[in-house]
């Protein structure tokens, strides 16, 4: 098996805290772990997703990979680049490769540049089709679903998924290898979300695309990723193939967030558990297991003792689990995958993100 295109390893990424000019003269600091030794690997040509609650540490463990925010600690691997090691003239080079597409495309667009301009910036910043580069911008807007014509109008002309699309389009620019897509969707309508998804899969399988997606919406997650992986307070708390994950899920945070998905039948939603409390707090997480103060399975060693990530004994290969008691829940508890789902979405396959 050849090695992973992306190799992240105890990853991490903290904050230091103050309130003011005072808490600075006192050197009255408080650390954020906001990702706290994150490990994970992408396959070439695969999709992982990166899924857990809002500051559950997933985005700002994307811009630590990619150097955007510069990671206390830990390493990152892009084939056989550690990318911890290069100058910022061969980060600039290695960044051809690694490309992202974010949230709000409203705010990541410069309004004041038109979408050939935005477009174009990557280029230049990279010194690519120097000459072809108006040839260049047409090509994209085509293969992202727009119309070239419009290639001399403003962001705030377009509405929130077409906005989207020219982000994609500036993304791939510079033909990247691995794409970092945070929350893509999330800002978009149900009926938006299925057509930027299935730009996704179909550049995807044109340029050969590897991607890392994070999502909160696991409706999405399941029908984009072949691995997912949940994040919970700065920690990956479960890794495993898409269908292992929503069928046979081993770790109670994955549970709640299976059980969280709105359900149509009345009976189902009233035998699922809704997951209770609030996210503890990354400037004072709890000792042990991060997840015991909302588990209705914790114990004192759960309290005591932080869990490692490891292979869930009798899983299939690849299924991983942060538990002390991974493998002792009732089997199942998860959402069957469909036998017949198709590569493409549809409206009605996300109308179960909408609330």
């Given at each position: 098996m050849s090695d992973p295109l992306l190799r992240v390893s105890d990853l991490k990424k903290h904050f230091v805290q103050n309130d003011g000019i005072l808490d600075r003269l006192l050197q009255n600091t408080e650390t954020v772990r906001a990702v706290d030794g994150v490990s994970f690997d992408i396959e070439e040509g695969e999709t992982l997703g990166l899924v857990g609650e809002s500051g559950s540490g997933k985005s700002t463990t994307a811009r630590a990979l990619l150097r955007l925010d510069e990671p206390t600690a830990g390493a990152v691997r892009y084939g056989d680049t550690e990318l911890g090691s290069l100058s910022s003239g061969q980060l600039k080079e290695m960044r051809k490769q690694m490309q992202m597409v974010f949230q709000d495309p409203a705010s990541s667009l410069n309004r004041r540049k038109t979408v050939s301009q935005l477009i174009k910036q990557p280029m230049r910043i990279h010194d690519l089709y120097e000459g072809q580069r108006d040839e260049r911008v047409n090509e994209l807007l085509s293969t992202v679903g727009l119309s070239p014509k419009h290639s001399n109008r403003y962001p705030h002309e377009f509405s929130g998924g077409q906005r989207q699309r020219i982000g994609i389009a500036r993304a791939l620019a510079v033909e990247p290898d691995l794409l970092v897509c945070d929350e893509p969707?999330?800002?978009?309508?149900?009926?938006?979300?299925?057509?930027?998804?299935n730009l996704l899969q179909d550049l995807q399988d044109e340029f050969d695309l590897t991607i890392l997606f994070i999502a909160?919406?696991?409706s999405v997650i399941r029908h984009v990723c072949d691995r997912v992986a949940v994040m919970y307070l700065g920690e990956i708390v479960e890794i495993a193939p898409t269908e292992d994950l929503f069928t046979d899920p081993q770790h109670?945070?994955?549970r709640s967030l299976l059980d969280s998905i709105p359900e149509v039948d009345p009976d189902l939603a009233r035998s699922r558990e809704a997951l209770e409390g609030q996210v503890p707090s990354p400037l004072d997480p709890p000792s042990g297991c991060s997840f015991h103060t909302r588990c209705q399975e914790a114990t004192e060693k759960c309290a005591r003792n932080d869990p490692s990530l490891e292979s869930v004994v009798g899983a299939n290969d690849g299924h991983l689990a942060a538990c002390h008691y991974a493998r002792e829940f009732e089997p199942g508890g998860g959402i069957p995958i469909e036998e017949d789902r198709t590569d493409r979405y549809a409206v009605e396959d996300f109308k179960i993100s909408k609330p």
């Amino acid at each position: 098996m050849s090695d992973p295109l992306l190799r992240v390893s105890d990853l991490k990424k903290h904050f230091v805290q103050n309130d003011g000019i005072l808490d600075r003269l006192l050197q009255n600091t408080e650390t954020v772990r906001a990702v706290d030794g994150v490990s994970f690997d992408i396959e070439e040509g695969e999709t992982l997703g990166l899924v857990g609650e809002s500051g559950s540490g997933k985005s700002t463990t994307a811009r630590a990979l990619l150097r955007l925010d510069e990671p206390t600690a830990g390493a990152v691997r892009y084939g056989d680049t550690e990318l911890g090691s290069l100058s910022s003239g061969q980060l600039k080079e290695m960044r051809k490769q690694m490309q992202m597409v974010f949230q709000d495309p409203a705010s990541s667009l410069n309004r004041r540049k038109t979408v050939s301009q935005l477009i174009k910036q990557p280029m230049r910043i990279h010194d690519l089709y120097e000459g072809q580069r108006d040839e260049r911008v047409n090509e994209l807007l085509s293969t992202v679903g727009l119309s070239p014509k419009h290639s001399n109008r403003y962001p705030h002309e377009f509405s929130g998924g077409q906005r989207q699309r020219i982000g994609i389009a500036r993304a791939l620019a510079v033909e990247p290898d691995l794409l970092v897509c945070d929350e893509p969707v999330s800002a978009l309508d149900v009926s938006i979300q299925a057509q930027i998804l299935n730009l996704l899969q179909d550049l995807q399988d044109e340029f050969d695309l590897t991607i890392l997606f994070i999502a909160h919406d696991l409706s999405v997650i399941r029908h984009v990723c072949d691995r997912v992986a949940v994040m919970y307070l700065g920690e990956i708390v479960e890794i495993a193939p898409t269908e292992d994950l929503f069928t046979d899920p081993q770790h109670p945070y994955t549970r709640s967030l299976l059980d969280s998905i709105p359900e149509v039948d009345p009976d189902l939603a009233r035998s699922r558990e809704a997951l209770e409390g609030q996210v503890p707090s990354p400037l004072d997480p709890p000792s042990g297991c991060s997840f015991h103060t909302r588990c209705q399975e914790a114990t004192e060693k759960c309290a005591r003792n932080d869990p490692s990530l490891e292979s869930v004994v009798g899983a299939n290969d690849g299924h991983l689990a942060a538990c002390h008691y991974a493998r002792e829940f009732e089997p199942g508890g998860g959402i069957p995958i469909e036998e017949d789902r198709t590569d493409r979405y549809a409206v009605e396959d996300f109308k179960i993100s909408k609330p």
